[in-house]
T-cell receptor, first 113, second 113 residues
C-alpha cells in the first residue's frame, strides 16, 4: 500500500527566510496531495493541495511542487512570519481510494524572531 | 456555521471504564473518520465511514468501535480503555464533491489511568 515519508521532522528558520518541507510517496497511482497546518492546540486545516496533472500551485506565500517521476512533493513557504509556526502534514491519495488519505508524520516548523 | 464538533474535549478516565466520544457535523458530509494523534506518529486513522451504516477499519482499529446510524453523527466507543489509548483524538468529515478536503473537529484529549 501507499506510504508517505515526510522530512524534516523539525525545521527552524529565521523570520523572513524561506522554509521547505518535503514528502515522498510510494504509490505511483496517487494523484492528490494536500498539505494541512496544525497550530498549537488547534485542529489540522487544509492550506493547499495539488493534483497530479499540475506541477506547481501557489497561494500567496505558500506553494506546492510535485515531481511525479521522482514521486515527491514539497511545500514552500516564503517570507516566513511568526504565525507560520505550526506542525505541517502532507498526505497522498489515489482517485479510487474512497476518500482515504495516507498521512506523513508531520514537520514542526519553528520561526525564530 | 459549518462545523465538526466533538465531546468531551478533555477526559480523564480509568482502565476498563467504557466511554464514548461523540462527533457531529452539520455539513451533510457523507464521509466521516476518526484519527488518533501521538507525538512523532502523526495522524493515524482508527475507523472511517463512507455513509450511514457503512463503516470500515483504518490503520489502528484495535480496542475501538464506531457506529453510523445517522449521517451527522459518528461516535467513537472504547469498550475497555487501556493506558495505551491515551491520546489526542480527532474526528473529521468530507463531502462527495470535495471528498479529499477533510474538516476536523477540535479534538478530544483522552487520558486513561
Amino acid at each position: 500500500g501507499e506510504n508517505v515519508e515526510q522530512h524534516p521532522s523539525t525545521l527552524s528558520v529565521q523570520e523572513g527566510d524561506s522554509a521547505v518541507i518535503k514528502c515522498t510517496y510510494s504509490d505511483s497511482a496517487s494523484n492528490y496531495f494536500p498539505w494541512y497546518k496544525q497550530e498549537l492546540g488547534k485542529r489540522p486545516q487544509l492550506i493547499i493541495d495539488i493534483r497530479s496533472n499540475v506541477g506547481e500551485k501557489k497561494d500567496q506565500r505558500i506553494a506546492v511542487t510535485l515531481n511525479k517521476t521522482a514521486k515527491h512533493f514539497s511545500l514552500h513557504i516564503t517570507e516566513t512570519q511568526p504565525e507560520d509556526s505550526a506542525v505541517y502534514f502532507c498526505a497522498a491519495s489515489r482517485w479510487d481510494s474512497n476518500y482515504q488519505l495516507i498521512w506523513g508524520a508531520g514537520t514542526k516548523l519553528i520561526i525564530k524572531p | 456555521e459549518a462545523q465538526v464538533t466533538q465531546n468531551p474535549r478533555y477526559l480523564i478516565t480509568v482502565t476498563g471504564k467504557k466511554l464514548t466520544v461523540t462527533c457531529s457535523q452539520n455539513m451533510n458530509h457523507e464521509y466521516m473518520s476518526w484519527y488518533r494523534q501521538d507525538p512523532g506518529l502523526g495522524l493515524r486513522q482508527i475507523y472511517y465511514s463512507m455513509n450511514v451504516e457503512v463503516t470500515d477499519k483504518g490503520d489502528v482499529p484495535e480496542g475501538y468501535k464506531v457506529s453510523r446510524k445517522e449521517k451527522r453523527n459518528f461516535p467513537l466507543i472504547l469498550e475497555s480503555p487501556s493506558p495505551n489509548q491515551t491520546s489526542l483524538y480527532f474526528c473529521a468529515s468530507s463531502s462527495g464533491t470535495r471528498k479529499y478536503e477533510q474538516f476536523f473537529g477540535p479534538g478530544t484529549r483522552l487520558t486513561v489511568l
